[in-house]
């Protein structure tokens, strides 16, 4: 896939500004081409039936958020499934930034596309990281925006500097929700994207985001990272470990016909 935009440098400011907020927005990194093309892909992918199961445990779901109907909503992982968005994960530009960041080069960790279309509800207050031994401390997220992210749309929300503080939950490594008042809302910052433009935030950031009530599509390519020193290379370590927890917890729920295509 062409990458006919030039490549963008962060300047000391950016750096400062997400080492003290845990967050950073970087506008007009990709092309309206790459872009149309992303969106190209993401339509293709939104078609692909043969995968779209409630057992296969690369699909994510979300209720409506007024009817409650279970709806698909992510492709976890996905640059499998599209070289268009593995370009993309492995683009010299995103590694330049996430490297400006870290001090050192960045290592892919994990990949998914969000579709959010209209109706679809969005996630209560976390962080990102859990903590099983092997994983990565540095992780952090690139959201590469295919559509426009506001806030009619559901777009992420964050709360500055709690980064700062660690893993707010216990580390047991299960996924936790954060209780609303674990976070100032005054902290809060809406990601407020357009296409092309990326928003970057640590595993250790808080943060929700609302439903979409917009008329549109909120695509977002969630690409995340690690820096060289903290695991190196490991995505694939990750999916397998990844997998099979999944796998136990829809157990729980007597879900054990589930399968990875």
């Not at 279970?70 to 593995?86: G, K, N, Q, Y």
């Not at 031994?133 to 295919?146: E, R």
Request: net charge negative; with cysteine; glycine share 6%.
């Amino acid at each position: 896939m062409s990458t006919d935009v030039a490549a963008v440098a962060l300047d000391e400011t950016q750096i400062s500004s997400y080492r003290t907020d845990g967050f950073l927005v970087v506008r007009q990194v990709f092309s309206p081409d790459i872009v149309a093309a992303l969106d190209a892909e993401a339509n293709r992918l939104h078609q692909r039936t043969d995968l779209i199961d409630q057992d296969n445990i690369r699909c994510r779901w979300q209720n409506d958020a007024d009817t409650g109907a279970c709806r698909f909503d992510c492709f976890d992982p996905v640059i499998d499934l599209t070289s268009r968005c593995a370009s993309i994960a492995r683009d010299p530009r995103l590694l330049d930034i996430v490297a400006a960041l870290y001090g050192e080069p960045a290592c892919l960790f994990k990949d998914k596309l969000i579709f959010k279309s209209p109706g679809t509800s969005g996630y209560k207050l976390h962080q990102d990281y859990i903590s099983w031994p092997s994983f990565p401390t540095s992780f952090l997220t690139v959201l590469v925006a295919i559509d426009s992210a506001g806030r009619e749309s559901g777009a992420t929300e964050v709360f500055a500097g709690y980064h700062q503080r660690g893993c707010l939950s216990p580390r047991d490594g299960q996924y936790h929700q954060l209780a609303d008042d674990s976070v100032d809302p005054a902290t809060g910052v809406m990601l407020e994207l357009e296409p092309g433009d990326i928003g970057i935030f640590s595993g250790f950031t808080p943060h929700r985001s609302g439903p979409n009530r917009s008329s549109h599509w909120r695509r977002l390519l969630y690409l995340s990272y690690n820096a060289l020193s903290d695991g190196g290379e490991r995505r694939d370590q990750h999916y397998v470990e990844f997998s099979r927890w999944l796998q136990e917890r829809y157990a729980e729920y007597g879900k054990t016909a589930t399968f990875f295509r």
